[in-house]
C-alpha cells in the first residue's frame, strides 16, 4: 500500500499536470494565438503569391487568410455538437 508522502506526492504530480494542462488550452483558445495565426498564414500566402507572380498578392492573401481563421474558430462549435450527440 502506498505511503501517505507518496499519495500527497502523485496528488502533487496530478496538480502539476492540471495547471500544464490549463495553461495549454487557454493558449490553444487565447486572442494572442490566433491573431498570429492570422499573420503567419497571411504571411506565407503572400509569398507563395508573389514567388508565382499572382496580381495584388497583398490583398488577394487576406481572403484566404482570413477564412482559415474563421474556419478555426467554428472548431469549438462543432466539437460541442459533436461531443453533445457522442453522449446520447
Known amino acids: ?3 501517505i508522502q507518496e499519495l500527497e506526492k502523485q496528488l502533487e504530480e496530478i496538480k502539476e499536470r ?4 490549463e495553461f495549454d488550452k487557454a493558449w490553444e483558445t487565447s486572442w494572442t494565438r490566433r491573431l498570429l495565426v492570422l ?14 507572380e499572382l496580381p ?3 490583398v488577394n492573401a487576406l481572403v484566404p487568410s482570413v477564412a482559415f481563421v474563421l474556419s478555426t474558430l467554428t472548431v ?9 450527440r457522442l453522449r446520447k
Request: aromatic fraction near 22%; proline fraction near 6%.
Open 56 to 58: 495584388n498578392p497583398f
Open 1 to 3: 500500500m502506498a505511503s
Open 18 to 21: 492540471n495547471r500544464r494542462v
Open 39 to 52: 499573420v503567419f498564414t497571411y504571411l506565407v500566402i503572400v509569398v507563395l503569391f508573389l514567388v508565382v
Open 76 to 84: 469549438p462549435f462543432v466539437k460541442d455538437w459533436w461531443l453533445r
